[in-house]
């Protein structure tokens, strides 16, 4: 009795098996009915659907072969593509966080003002332009001679309205735990709706995210 009860209990599983859609194998000329049993059957969330579709569609670009893949094992190669790829997003992502602290630490950037500035060929100005004042505070106790800068713009309701401004400074010196400030003049193009919204922004209204990328002491060391 106990040998019936095994075999019986054997091709309850092997039914069990079959019986599961996403267990057969990728078949291109029967892929659309088989979708539709895996849709029917809620194997498969709406995500896992959308998963192996973008996955069918890389694998086409490529020109790789699904033949002889279930279309669970080419979901699970999707899902682990998916995870290796928010992980070392994540990971990048906590790198550029530790290298802006650490950047902060070492040099604080501000914009104080800011105008817009008319062409006016009387007193040799041939273009407009967005003028802003900036400061640099010097946070070590070694003389910088070149900081590689940039930032973005953001208006009042956190929208970014200007990008990848650069403001490089290589002409002079900032002192150990001194502060250094000058002015940074950018081109205003009249067609360019965010050259406009930044002109007529009070400064108060605006708010600048920048982002110190290298610094260049006197004595030689590089800080990036």
Do not use: H
Not at 97 to 104: G, H, L, N
Request: net charge negative; proline share 1%.
């Amino acid at each position: 009795m106990k040998k019936i009860i095994a075999i019986c209990g054997l091709g309850l599983v092997l039914l069990t098996a079959c019986s599961n859609p996403t267990n057969k194998k990728y078949n291109e000329a029967t892929m659309a009915e088989d979708l539709k049993e895996i849709g029917e059957s809620k194997k498969w969330s709406e995500q896992d659907a959308g998963l192996f579709a973008g996955w069918l569609i890389k694998s086409k670009l490529k020109g790789e072969s699904l033949e002889n893949k279930t279309y669970q094992g080419i979901l699970d190669e999707a899902k682990k593509f998916k995870a290796e790829e928010e992980a070392l997003a994540e990971k990048a992502k906590k790198e550029a966080e530790a290298r802006k602290q650490k950047m902060k630490e070492a040099l604080i950037v501000t914009i104080f003002d800011k105008e817009y500035v008319p062409s006016n060929f009387d007193a040799g100005r041939l273009d407009d332009y967005n003028l802003f004042k900036y400061a640099i505070q010097n946070k070590s106790a070694k003389e910088i001679k070149a900081a590689k800068i940039s930032f973005k713009i953001f208006n009042s309701l956190g929208e970014q309205i200007g990008d990848s401004y650069s403001m490089d400074f290589t002409d002079d010196r900032i002192a150990g735990n001194s502060t250094f400030k000058g002015d940074a003049a950018f081109d205003y193009n009249q067609f360019s709706n965010e050259d406009k919204k930044i002109a007529n922004a009070k400064l108060e209204d605006l708010s600048f995210d920048f982002d110190v990328q290298k610094i260049v002491y006197s004595d030689g060391s590089v800080l990036e």
